[in-house]
């Protein structure tokens, strides 16, 4: 697969950002969301196919979300990439997502997902992750040499560095990150270096007094979405 190889070795990331919203919490054009629009909830969510705190993420919190909030009506989820973690890796998984049909694109991201552990024991043993990476193509009705098409289009390689770009502009400065309802949730050090807790525009995340431990568990996330969609405002006068 040259295709890949070259990818991995001249894969870069500065380009130039795309058109920016009045806030980054907003949907823009060519975001790839599920919901109802008319949401009460609006979530984005900054994350990279091979980040393993995103996939920790995608395995613990998004069930719920999906079926909680996104099923009833609730939540409109936006998904929006960055290149962390291995940024080559996430670079080809984030072109072979794109060169899908657009209602394969959620697919795309749970197939990334599940075979994020395959592809980097493959990468860690100098074996060439390109079969997986046809597998997922497959999956996804795309043929081997549409998957060598797509990695060689430069259009779509620009594409997913620009989507990074902004991602950084819009306050994601690393993954997983989300924005909900304009609030920017981060995970970030306590003062004493010892422990991640969740900040909320860079304020550390109170819930009942405590400090939020940044553990990618349902119950942590859903006590997250209420209290940021319903009462951090009201509660705290802002």
């Not at 920016?20 to 900054?46: C, F, K, S």
């Not at 196919?49 to 079926?67: A, L, N």
């Not at 003062?191 to 400090?211: C, F």
């Amino acid at each position: 697969m040259r295709t890949l190889s070259a990818l991995l070795l001249a894969f870069g990331l500065g380009t130039t950002a795309l058109a920016q919203t009045p806030h980054p919490g907003e949907e823009r054009e060519g975001d790839m969301a599920v919901g109802n629009l008319d949401a009460p909830i609006v979530m984005v969510e900054y994350a990279s196919v091979s980040c393993p705190h995103c996939r920790s993420w995608y395995q613990e919190v998004w069930p719920m979300v999906q079926d909680e909030f996104i099923s009833s009506g609730e939540m409109r989820f936006i998904y929006r990439e960055m290149l962390t973690g291995q940024p080559q890796l996430a670079a080809i998984g984030f072109m072979i997502a794109d060169c899908a049909a657009d209602d394969q694109y959620f697919n795309a991201l749970h197939l990334l997902f599940e075979t994020q552990t395959q592809v980097f024991e493959l990468v860690q043993n100098q074996e060439s992750p390109a079969p997986v990476y046809y597998q997922v193509g497959n999956a996804l009705g795309l043929s081997q040499e549409d998957v060598d098409a797509c990695l060689a289009n430069e259009s779509v390689q620009n594409a997913v560095l620009a989507r990074h770009q902004q991602s950084i502009e819009d306050g994601a400065t690393g993954t997983p990150a989300f924005f909900i309802n304009n609030y920017l949730l981060t995970t970030d050090p306590t003062p004493d270096g010892l422990a991640y807790v969740y900040h909320v525009d860079g304020e550390p995340l109170m819930l009942e007094g405590d400090l939020v431990p940044s553990s990618h568990d349902a119950d942590t996330f859903r006590r997250i979405i209420l209290y940021l969609a319903y009462e951090h405002g009201e509660n705290t006068g802002e």
